[in-house]
């Protein structure tokens, strides 16, 4: 008998509502499609833009603008000629120095300045920081092809090389990454339906979601109200995918149970959006608001990447529930096509989740306490390594996973001159001091030397020095360290320039790219203590107002922090043991949990809700094991797609991106596959009704529930 079904409309308005949807979204997509090609004017990788203005290397940054004439970046260019340099060297390289000096966007050009070794010469050049520095960059690499020295090896070394090559390792992002995801997404769809047609629905859903959220967050970072960085981009476009397909999963799942029980697409379609817009709503609203946590970060990057999260989830959320069910309520059962769901009497329905999932839910429900018992001595011997995670921060030679001049220059650049040449450590001080502050600095271990900038080239042998540039009664010392400028002993040694400098006078400032890199960190590791737990109280609150309980919320967070930590415990083992990383970035923990936690819980509320429903109708105990056989393979598919999107991460060669694709698909693996299978239902049946307490579920006296409800 067809199960009964929400009021009726006439056919007509349903499929004329459906066309008007699915036309706005064309619309949407037909403004969002291009977006793809001019998203990268408005993405910014400047380290610096990372930092808030309060950070005392962001400070400096500003202030070097008044001596050099604008904001620059510094690139060096590295000659080398093994077993000795010859008497004509110098002078050559001082003609490629001018060519140098006539590419638009270099502002000074200093040098060359010969090593001690006698074998090198190098060219520091300042690039004003307003112009495309990549573009500056291959125009000096160009130069160098054109009329290189013959004998001499030569690279454009430096802190802008290093910083072209990041951003052309990003080049992926808007074609291969998508691709690659777009693929896996599709192949996992085929598997998992057995159908052409429905795949190719769900893809249309997700990139609709994408084509939105791009469209928004390109508004956003147009008008200055975000920054927008080639992590963000490849992040919103991994969300928008997989999350679009995991609410569609979850839409077409209760759409084919409704297909079962009712005779009319359309009331199946109806009937679907009913049951499965809270969940949605309530996994959307989880995860939108744990990524906006990150505006309290004090790194501009991760407030950037809070909205652009948000973006992504809100129009996954969006597409989900109403292009997908306006495109199936067109085609109909020929979605599933050729294994179309057909009407059956209520008493030929299959039992729900099939074999496996009902073998599996009868282990739970025999043997709840020794499941979830033994899962967690497993979570939590895999939680051990969490202790071997080196995430203190990675050079800067070392984020780019593939081969480049930069990094090969900078290893060249240390054999010949001091390892910190060309990326000096900034001084701001009161002209008044300049001479107590660079004996000061000088007397500090890695510090070469010590040298206020004159604004004019160097002094001609036997000539006495330029007096030093002061503007505001201040002036600027560059101190060259002897260690590489992106080391720790780098940032050890700002740390303790800041130290002893600020005693000769407290309004010393003290910048530069080891700075940069040692404020960031420094900001990193505040936000660990500060986001996280606003998320978990965040994440406590939608669970209780969904669940109606105190109980189940603690339960489930518990659970999804239990999986985080064993994740980043294999994390850590593989990074150092399998793939050889020099560590992880100090923000890859806190975009890890971020991610792993909402979608985590994602799961649970996908598991959950069911289980509550379920729970209503049969009891509490068979209500957990009907939901369990529910949701199993929609939930199992739905992490295995979600881990495939952010496994495509991998293919774009930055560490950071590397580590975020591993750390997400292991742990929604790891979620899925035990978390939510095992732990979480076995540990619901072990507490009992109190699992639902404060509310009426969890307050209802218990009976003896019939033997055959407990496997239904």
Known sequence: MDSAAPRRLPRAVVVIAAVLVVAAWMVVAGFGGPTFGTISDVTNNDQASYLPATAESTKVQALEKRFYGSDSIPATVLFVRDGGLRSDDTVQVRSLAQRFGGIDGITTVQGPIPSKDGDA????????????????VDDMRSTLREHGIDGMRSWVTGPAAIAADFGAGFAGIDGVLLIVALAAVFVILLIVYRSLLLPILVLLTSAFALTGSILVVYFMAKEGWITVTGQSRGILAILAIGAATDY?????????????????????????????????AASAATVVLAVLCLGFSDLNSNKGLGPVGAAAIVFAFLAAVTVLPAMLALVGRAAFWPVVPRFRPEQDLPAAGGRLWGAVGRLVDRRPRTVWIATAVVLGALATGLFGLQASGVPQTDLLLTPSQSVAGQKQLAKHFDAGSGSPAVIIAPAG??????????????????????????????????????????????????????????????????????????SILVGGTSALDLDSKAAAQRDLRTVIPIVLAVIFVILALLLRSLVAPLLLIASVALSYAATLGVSALFFDGVFRFAGADPSVPLFGFVFLVALGVDYNIFLMTRVREESKRIGHRPGVVAGLRATGGMITSAGIVLAATFAALATVPILFLVQIAFIVAFGVLLDTFLVRSLLVPALAIDVGRAFWWPSRLGRRPRTAEPAEARAP
């Open 121 to 136: 010469l190098q060219v520091i050049v300042a690039i004003d920081a307003a112009v495309d520095g990549t573009m500056v």
């Open 433 to 506: 001091r300049a001479d107590d502050v660079t004996a000061a600095a000088e007397g500090i271990p890695h510090v070469s030397t010590a040298e206020a900038f004159t604004g004019a080239g160097p002094a001609a042998p036997g000539a006495p020095a330029p007096d030093p540039k002061v503007v505001d009664g201040t002036v600027l010392i560059q101190a060259t360290l002897t260690v590489a400028a992106d080391s720790d002993a780098a940032q050890s040694t700002v740390t303790t320039l800041r130290e002893r400098l600020t005693k000769v006078d407290p």
């Open 248 to 280: 569609s999963l979850l839409f077409v799942a209760r759409y084919r149970e409704g297909l079962l029980r009712r005779r009319s697409h359309i009331a199946a379609v109806l009937g679907a959006w009913r049951r499965s817009i809270e969940p949605i």
